[in-house]
C-alpha cells in the first residue's frame, strides 16, 4: 500500500490570493490525481498528474486556475489560482490508479474568506 | 454523468446489525472500489475487486459485484460505532489513454451504540 501526505492540512485564504497543495506518496506510483471535494458533495476529478509533462484536466477545470506539477513520480503540487468563496472545498490527492488501488492523502480543507 | 450510483443515501442501524450498501454503474469497469470517509477527513480505502471477480471478503467486509447487472454490494456485519462514515463506491474506467475514477454521491452511515 502506499501512504500519501498532504500539506497544508488546511488553510484559509483571502479571495484573489493563491493556495499551492503538496502531496507526497512513500512510494514511486504510476499515477497521481487531484481531486475536489465541495461541501456535502462526492469528489470530482481536476485532472490527472502526468510525470514530466502536463497534467490532463477534465471538463470545466483549466491549467490556469489549477496549475499542477508532477516532477517525480512521488511528488506533485496543486495550485488554485486567483481563489474565490467558491473555491472552498476539500483537495485531495491520490496516488496508484491503473489495475491497482488507488490511495488517497488525507486532504487539504481549504476556506476562502 | 455519475457513474456510480449508491443506494440508499443514508442508513440508520443498531450497533450489532449488519449494513448493506449498493452502488450502480452505467459502463463497463476495470475494477470498483469502496472507500470510507469520516466527516471530512481523507478517504480510506476498504476492497477492490475486479471485473473478473465476483465476491471478495476482508474482515467483517463483503463485496459482491455484478457485471451483468452493472451493480456491487458493500455488507459490513456486526456493525460498530465506529463504522459511522460515509461511504463511497468509486468505478474504475479505462479510457484508453489512463484510467481514473469516478466516484458516486455516497452513502452516510449511522451505526448507534
Known amino acids: 500500500s502506499a501512504v500519501i501526505s498532504q500539506k497544508p492540512s488546511r488553510d484559509i485564504c483571502q479571495r484573489g490570493t493563491s493556495l499551492t497543495i503538496q502531496c507526497q506518496v512513500d512510494s514511486q506510483v504510476t499515477m497521481m490525481f487531484w481531486y475536489r471535494q465541495q461541501p456535502g458533495q462526492s469528489l470530482t476529478l481536476i485532472a490527472t498528474a502526468n510525470q514530466g509533462s502536463e497534467a490532463t484536466y477534465e471538463s470545466g477545470f483549466v491549467i490556469d486556475k489549477f496549475p499542477i506539477s508532477r516532477p517525480n513520480l512521488t511528488f506533485s503540487t496543486l495550485t488554485v489560482s486567483n481563489m474565490s468563496p467558491e473555491d472552498s472545498s476539500i483537495y485531495l490527492c491520490?496516488?496508484?490508479?491503473?489495475?491497482?488501488?488507488?490511495?488517497f492523502g488525507p486532504g487539504t480543507r481549504l476556506t476562502v474568506l | 454523468s455519475q457513474q456510480g450510483e449508491e443506494d440508499p443515501q443514508a442508513l440508520s442501524i443498531q450497533e450489532g446489525e449488519n449494513a448493506t450498501m449498493n452502488c450502480s454503474y452505467k459502463?463497463?469497469?476495470?475494477?470498483l472500489q469502496w472507500y470510507r470517509q469520516n466527516s471530512g477527513r481523507g478517504l480510506v480505502h476498504l476492497i477492490l475487486i475486479r471485473s473478473n471477480e465476483r465476491e471478495k471478503h476482508s474482515g467483517r467486509l463483503r463485496v459482491t459485484l455484478d457485471t451483468s447487472k452493472k451493480s456491487s454490494s458493500l455488507l459490513i456485519t456486526a456493525s460498530r460505532a465506529a463504522d459511522t462514515a460515509s461511504y463511497f463506491c468509486a468505478t474504475d474506467v479505462y479510457t484508453g489513454a489512463n484510467s481514473k475514477l469516478t466516484f458516486g454521491k455516497g452513502i452516510t452511515l449511522s451505526v448507534r451504540p
Open positions: 459502463t463497463s469497469i476495470n475494477n
Open positions: 491520490s496516488g496508484g490508479g491503473g489495475l491497482d488501488t488507488q490511495y
